[in-house]
Structures are given as structure tokens and as C-alpha cells.
């Protein structure tokens, strides 16, 4: 069956009233029916389940779902985004071990990489997105694991994901990738080697706004240290989240193809606008990566990023002109979202480091939502006019 169906249909045995839609297991532990069963379990002889710390039916089905829709192995879930991205990474290195990184990666991210990481002896180093033709050179004996994210936040720079997972293959190290703006429905890096594949749920999963989670699959071999890792220092989904999260699997394919197709719609639009010195969006044929979106990617995405003609000023005026998208740092939901990352997200970075994640004065971010395409445009088109008035 196809992913999409899977999404739908690969849900956790019914119980006894014979629900169509799954069980929610809020429960924090499980029961037994005798003494030898429990020190059987707790031996490692059978997979009953024992506490939600380690494992539970609503969280099991939503990692089972999100395996089959990357084509991979095993996984496990966690509590948000960066639970899973450290773990991705903590559980698996040692001091002493260095990250090639590239330089456009989440915030929380970056904070792992320069803040916490070097406290463990831990090392990194940053390279460009679209340089992976000079990747190579920055590797060290000591160099394990290679972080990356394709589509980049905010600044849309794609990295060539067949690249990467030659030179991963080449150097043995260990390829890990957040897939949070893509998702499995735009692409799926195991077709590349990929090892490991991070997602905040949060965003376009649940694509409604309403609860954290994070995941992290991949290769067995790579995910039990993980699991390990998880299960003893705590960072478990909610059953509630999980039960969310895996009704909101089956809708993230159509999901996904309105938030591009309107997305799409509205960077064909602002390309045109007098207001806008530049709009990336990776299907746009102006994109620098273009025919490697193209290649790599079934749809565009649900971000389109925009620079405004006036800078600092018009960017934060654009923000208070809007009329219906909101002011939020999230992304991926429902409803259109508009940021201003120099004045908001990466405000503390300097202007140099800023420009070279891809962020000037007057960009602006749009997570594209559900609305009716003309209303997001007209919105949007009001609020550039009126904000180049100041
Ligand atoms: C939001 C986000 C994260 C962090 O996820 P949380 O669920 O907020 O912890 C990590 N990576 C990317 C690309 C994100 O957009």
C-alpha cells in the first residue's frame, strides 16, 4: 500500500468494543496478571509494555505510522522537536567526537552545537548549505556525524541530499537529518542513505497548532542507543499527543498538497509585487536550486520567504499591517503565519551572522496556511502597500 493509505490505515489492533477510531492509552503504566509474567517482562523475555516512559500503544502507533511513511526501520518518539534532535545526537556521540554541521540549521539547534556540546568536548563545524561540492574539506579524523536540514529555515537553501549520503558512505559518518519543512509526503531521505530522520511534529504533522512532539527514525542500529538514552532520561510523547498526532497522519498528505499549491500560488504573486525585493520559494524557477528542488522534492513546501523593499522598518510595519495572519513564531498550521526573524527569532545573532543563515533586515517569513488562496494574497498584497507607506 501507499504511504498515504498506511497513514490511514496502519492504526493499532482494536480492542474488544470494536472502536473504528483508535483507543486513547492515557495511562503512565501497564498491569500484570501474575509475578512470573511481570519478571519475565521486566527480563527482556516478552514486548509487553510496561510504562509509558519506555513505550505505549498510542505513542507505538504513531512511531509505527511515521517509520512507514519515511521507509524506515524504527523510531522513537519524544515529548518536542529539539527532545528529539538532541537525543539524536547525545545519545550517540562522546567527547572527543566532532559534528559536521550545516550552517542553516534550527535555532535550538545551533544552541546544542556552540552552547551545550562543547561543555562534553564536542566539536562542530559549520558549512554552507548550497557548498556541499567543498563539504568534504572541513571533515576530521574525528568527525562522526554529519546534521543537516533541506529546506533550510528561513532562508530556503536546499542541500543536495544524494551528495550528502555519498559522502556520509564514503567517510563513515553517520547522516542525520531533520526533515521537519519537508516532511515525508515531499521527501523521504532514506532514499539517500540517510541514517536518522528528526521531525518536530509540532509543525506541519499536526498542522494545527495545538500540541509539541518530536520523533526521530531511522536505522535500528542507530535508533536502540537512542532509545536507550530516551527510556532513561525521560524525554517520552505524551499518549494524548501521540493519539493526536497519529488521527493527524492521515491527513497530512492532502494537507500538504493545499499548503504548496497555495504556497506556490502566493510566491508566483509576490515575485511580481513592487514591494518585494526578492521571494525564494524552492518551485520557483528563480530559485538558485531549482532543478535540485525539483529533483528532490515532489512539492515546494508550505514556506514561502520574502524580502521587503524598505528593510527593518517595512518589515516590522509589514507585521502590524496584516489583517488576518497572525503574529506567531510557529509554523505549519492551519492558518497563514507571518515572522520577522531579524527582529524576533534571530534578533541576539549579529548582522553578519544573520546574512549568512540567509536573513536580511527586511526578510520575512510566511508559513502558508489553509485559508482560500485570494484571501491569504489579498491580505498580504494590503499589508505590503500600506506598510511601504511608512
Ligand atoms: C520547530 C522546529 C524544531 C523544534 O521543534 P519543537 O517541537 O519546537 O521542539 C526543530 N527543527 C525544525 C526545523 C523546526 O522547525
Redesign the pocket.
Known sequence: MHPETLAIRGQMDRTDYREHSPAMYLTSSFTFPNAELMADTFAGLNDDIIYSRYNNPSVDEFISKVCQMEGVEDGFATA????A?FASMAALLRSGDHVLASRAV?G??HQILTQIFPKWGISHTYVDPDDIDNWEQAIQPNTKMLVL?SPS?PGLALVDLEKAGQLCKKHGLIFNI?N??ATPVIQTPNDYGADLI?H????WMDGQGRV???IVVGKTEFIEPIRFFCRHTGPAMSPFNAWLLSKSLETLAVRMERHCSNALRLAQFLEQHPEVAKTIYPFLPSHPQHELALKQMKMGGGIVTIEVKGGLEQGRAFLNAVKMCSLSSN?GDTRSIVTHPASTTHSKLSEAERVAVGINPGTVRISVGLEYIDDIIADIDQALLSSAQH
Request: charged share 15%; aromatic share 10%.
Open positions: 518536542s522537536g529539539m527532545a534532535v534550527f535550538s539547534t536540514e529555515n531533520d521537519c519543512f528528526v518536530s511534529a509540532t509543525k509539541l512532539g518530536g509554523l
